[in-house]
């Protein structure tokens, strides 16, 4: 049952790299492709446990997944026509992934990476949504654009649901 939702994005990601073949003019999609099998990777490998010690997984798994919110920014850039904004995008991933091998590797801290991890491609999602909210010409691009604030507003409530203070009981 773990493997259902990675399963799921696989196929996806398989799908939209079909599609990509099929009107290679839509370069927009190989990006989704590539956004949803780096999920799916990122997914795997995390519920298999491979590598098998804890940080690695983790910190690999973290890198899949920042790739893969990447690659979904590109997509929605690349289908409004709009200029990559690399440079701010890629500084702030790396940003995340030095505070989430931080917490892996210097000061072990589950809690930490996840907030890390979280917090920051969260934030990440919601510069580029307001970029995206900027150029929005029609009432899809509106509909992207509310559909990336949202992805990026999730992890914020998400992760910190599900941690209660040092010593409560649930």
């Known amino acids: 049952m773990a493997l259902l939702t990675p399963l799921r994005s696989l196929v996806f990601g398989v799908g939209f790299f079909s599609i990509w ?6 370069r927009y999609v190989l990006y ?10 990122g997914a795997i490998g995390q519920t298999l446990g491979i590598p098998h010690d804890l940080a690695w997984n983790f910190m690999l798994s973290a890198m899949a997944y920042t790739a ?4 979904l920014l590109d997509a929605c850039q690349k289908r409004l026509g709009l ?4 440079a701010a995008r890629l500084s702030m991933a790396a940003l995340v992934l030095v505070g989430v ?18 917090f920051g491609l969260g934030v990440l999602t919601l510069v580029d949504a307001a970029y995206l909210g ?4 029609n009432t899809m691009d509106r509909v992207v654009y509310w559909v990336m604030m949202a ?7 998400r992760t910190l649901l ?8 649930r």
């Open 21 to 26: 073949c099929w009107w290679k003019r839509l």
């Open 32 to 41: 989704l492709a590539a956004s949803f099998t780096l999920f799916a990777v």
């Open 68 to 71: 893969a919110v990447i690659a």
């Open 83 to 86: 200029k990559p904004r690399y």
């Open 101 to 118: 091998a931080y917490f892996c590797f210097v000061h072990p801290d589950l809690k930490a990476r996840l907030y890390v991890m979280n």
């Open 134 to 137: 900027r150029a929005a010409k």
């Open 151 to 157: 992805l990026g507003i999730q992890g914020f409530p």
């Open 162 to 169: 599900p941690c209660r203070p040092e010593g409560q009981q």
